[in-house]
């Protein structure tokens, strides 16, 4: 439905532009720093703050410079942190096992964050590529992606998560059934209050490159995702999965990549009506950082409007790399 207006010049819609106050009294969305979700990378060692090449501003953290980036999350306003390890290649496996060793290095970073800084929301990533010689989220058998076997090891790796005391379990594998199987050892093992946000609408993205070197995933890959992740060609689909994976007992989803797929997001939003969130990925920042390290765009302004739009998408949060220059722009 669109508002009523009288023809020009009794309507200039430019009336309502005409200063930051007025601009600001009429802006329809707005963005605070309870809207983000801080994805950051965990590496062995201590004292360690080692940046990520392909993404400007970026460090993989020692679980100590870890916990001291939660405790700057949460003085920002930042609700939740989300982990992701970088592990070395001796503990890349074919039975990845190291996904459910109840102190690998991301259940190390959950237990410390919880216990230096409680009110943060702790969010991990449920999927085996961090731990896998193949550098897929799935067991591999003659070439192929195993699902069934796979929704079992995440399980495992899942009831590790919540046990070190993660408040967010993020299942980002794409196989099927497993919101359903992650959210039964949930309550069959106590962790009835722990959130499930899955990855549901996740696209076989060029845009996660960056992601891949930052996780030492890039040379273990071998092939592509295309069998368990989305075929960008597809919206229906998304659809179906967000219906499916709400049906399973996510509490939130998310749409992934961001800016490639807002459309995806409305749509979603107005479909379902659950808490939606979207994932802002490595290739994204990585593209708006080198472009201003270049001078060819404002980095902050770029920032500012790359985050609104999901806003205006109709999102509820969105996970970015960011997260804490938005929080310290806002304050
Ligand atoms: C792994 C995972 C990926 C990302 C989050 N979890 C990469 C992938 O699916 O290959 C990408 C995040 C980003 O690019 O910022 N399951």
């Known amino acids: 439905m669109r508002p009523t207006q009288a023809p020009f010049p009794a309507t200039r819609l430019r009336r309502t532009r005409q200063s930051p106050a007025i601009r600001d009294m009429v802006a329809e969305n707005t963005l605070t720093a309870a809207d983000l979700i801080w994805p950051v990378f965990v590496r062995d060692g201590e004292g360690v703050e080692e940046p990520v090449p392909s993404m400007p501003g970026v460090l993989r953290r020692s679980v100590d410079r870890v916990?001291?980036?939660?405790?700057?999350?949460?003085?920002?306003?930042?609700?939740?942190?989300?982990?992701?390890?970088?592990?070395?290649?001796?503990?890349?496996?074919?039975?990845?096992?190291?996904?459910?060793?109840?102190?690998?290095?991301?259940?190390?970073?959950?237990?410390?964050?919880?216990?230096?800084?409680?009110?943060?929301?702790?969010?991990?990533?449920?999927?085996l590529d961090p731990y896998s010689d193949t550098g897929h989220d799935g067991f591999v058998e003659e070439?192929?992606?195993?699902?069934?076997?796979?929704?079992?090891?995440?399980?495992?790796?899942?009831?590790?998560?919540?046990?070190?005391?993660?408040?967010?379990?993020?299942?980002?594998?794409?196989?099927?059934?497993?919101?359903?199987?992650?959210?039964?050892?949930?309550?069959?093992?106590?962790h009835q209050d722990v959130m499930i946000?899955?990855?549901?609408?996740?696209?076989?993205?060029?845009?996660?490159?960056?992601?891949?070197?930052?996780?030492?995933?890039?040379?273990?890959?071998?092939?592509?995702?295309?069998?368990?992740?989305?075929?960008?060609?597809?919206?229906?689909?998304?659809?179906?999965?967000i219906e499916r994976d709400l049906r399973e007992g996510a509490d939130m989803v998310m749409v992934k990549p961001g800016m490639p797929y807002l459309d995806i997001c409305r749509r979603v939003k107005d479909g379902f009506g659950a808490p939606t969130f979207a994932y802002q990925v490595s290739g994204e920042y990585a593209m708006i950082m080198a472009a201003a390290q270049q001078g060819w765009i404002d980095e902050e302004r770029a920032m500012l409007e790359s985050l609104m739009c999901f806003k205006r998408a109709g999102c509820d949060g969105v996970l970015s790399y960011f997260a804490p220059a938005l929080a310290r722009h806002l304050s």
């Open 67 to 127: 916990v001291e980036a939660a405790r700057e999350a949460a003085d920002l306003g930042i609700p939740a942190i989300c982990l992701f390890p970088y592990t070395s290649p001796d503990q890349r496996t074919a039975d990845c096992a190291e996904a459910w060793n109840p102190d690998n290095l991301s259940n190390r970073a959950t237990r410390a964050i919880k216990a230096a800084v409680p009110g943060l929301a702790v969010m991990t990533d449920v999927a």
């Open 143 to 190: 070439g192929r992606i195993v699902n069934d076997a796979t929704v079992e090891a995440l399980v495992r790796q899942a009831l590790a998560q919540a046990e070190a005391g993660v408040d967010i379990i993020g299942p980002s594998d794409m196989m099927d059934g497993r919101i359903g199987a992650i959210r039964r050892a949930l309550e069959g093992g106590g």
């Open 197 to 241: 946000m899955s990855y549901a609408a996740k696209y076989a993205s060029a845009f996660y490159g960056p992601f891949r070197d930052a996780v030492g995933a890039s040379d273990a890959l071998k092939g592509d995702k295309k069998t368990y992740q989305m075929n960008p060609a597809n919206t229906d689909e998304a659809l179906r999965l």
